[in-house]
């Protein structure tokens, strides 16, 4: 696979990562299980973009001293593009995990280890998918023709769906999940099973881990062709998927208490898509350049973000 990266290059990246995790999970579980606060939250986010923000730069400066500043220039606009997306459609991922949770009213206490787990599995998902990915394209060059019909077809099917509520209730996974799987009427800290009578029976803690991963799957699957359209370079694919993801923890705390302000995202998510898919088809026709693409999506998400906050959501009619 062609790629910027040289041994020593994943190795570093590997090992930055690692230290990443580790400091997450000693410092924000520091005092054991506990409500993260939003000035907690803000903070960790802060701190995560701060992170995938100085990458890019020792990124852009590594590439421009060993092949020149244009060369340089375009690996780090891949990658910032990469990054806003990658951030832009986890934040959707977040809307859902908050809807897991409030659907099973997981304790708050227990909400950072599924969110852990979620987070190690978006990593690993998408680790795996992206190097298949460029597997592919590089030797099926007409897959980026799927790709991109496939994510303009699921930015339709979002933007058709945007302000509608979720129904969980008639979810084909979870209706299995509670169908099959012998469960407990409460939960039991932060166990995901327990012995009664005998019998193993599964927690909703349990059922939330696993819909998370289902989640983790369904938005790697949309995620990744989209990060193909900006670049073809697996090293760059993969470095601004997993900076996207670090801070996938602390902007849930952070966002929790403010989902209903961002009621418009979802719209802006969906004409995201739609344009990464439509560059994907035209791409031998006519290739877009990454500084367009980085305006357009940049102009898209900060339009839907004002927006929102400028004209809010009604408030919802109580039903008697």
């Known amino acids: 696979m062609d790629t910027i990266a040289s041994p020593l290059l994943w190795t570093a990246f590997?090992?930055?990562?690692?230290?990443?995790?580790?400091?997450d999970l000693v410092l924000m579980r520091h005092g054991g299980p506990h409500r993260v606060t939003?000035?907690?939250?803000?903070?960790?986010?802060?701190?995560w973009v701060a992170l995938a923000l100085a990458f890019g730069g020792w990124l852009w400066w590594y590439v421009s001293g060993q092949a020149g500043a244009e060369e340089g220039q375009r690996v780090a606009l891949e990658y910032i593009t990469g990054y806003l997306v990658e951030k832009s459609l986890a934040v959707d991922n977040i809307f859902v995990f908050l809807m897991l949770f409030t659907y099973f009213a997981v304790p708050e206490e227990q909400r950072q280890k599924v969110l852990i787990i979620g987070v190690l599995g978006a990593i690993?998902?998408?680790?795996?998918m992206i190097f298949a990915g460029a597997l592919l394209l590089q030797k099926f060059h007409w897959i980026l023709y799927v790709f991109g019909l496939?994510?303009?077809?699921?930015?339709?099917?979002?933007?058709?769906?945007?302000?509608?509520?979720?129904?969980?209730?008639?979810?084909?996974?979870?209706?299995?999940?509670t169908g099959h799987v012998p469960m407990t009427r409460g939960?039991?800290?932060?166990?995901?099973?327990?012995?009664?009578?005998?019998?193993?029976?599964?927690?909703?803690l349990f059922i939330v881990i696993v819909m998370v991963?289902?989640?983790?799957?369904?938005?790697?699957?949309?995620?990744?062709?989209?990060?193909f359209a900006i670049t073809d370079d697996p090293f760059i694919v993969l470095t601004s998927n997993v900076f996207a993801v670090l801070g996938l923890r602390a902007?849930?705390?952070l966002l929790a208490g403010l989902a209903d302000r961002f009621h418009l995202l979802p719209y802006g998510l969906a004409i995201v898509l739609m344009f990464i898919g439509a560059k994907m088809l035209l791409i031998d026709v006519y290739k877009i350049p990454i500084s367009i693409s980085l305006g357009v999506v940049a102009a898209i998400i900060g339009t839907t973000v004002?927006?929102?906050?400028?004209?809010p959501q009604p408030a919802k009619k109580a039903e008697w």
């Open 14 to 23: 590997g090992g930055l990562v690692v230290l990443a995790l580790l400091v």
């Open 38 to 47: 939003f000035k907690e939250a803000l903070w960790w986010s802060i701190g």
């Open 124 to 128: 690993a998902l998408r680790a795996i």
């Open 150 to 177: 496939f994510l303009l077809l699921t930015g339709i099917k979002m933007l058709w769906a945007a302000g509608k509520e979720p129904d969980l209730e008639n979810n084909p996974i979870l209706r299995w999940l």
């Open 187 to 204: 939960y039991a800290g932060a166990k995901l099973s327990v012995l009664e009578n005998g019998k193993r029976l599964y927690t909703p």
């Open 213 to 227: 991963g289902v989640t983790d799957l369904i938005f790697a699957v949309d995620s990744i062709p989209a990060i």
């Open 251 to 253: 902007m849930f705390f």
């Open 306 to 311: 004002a927006l929102s906050l400028l004209r």
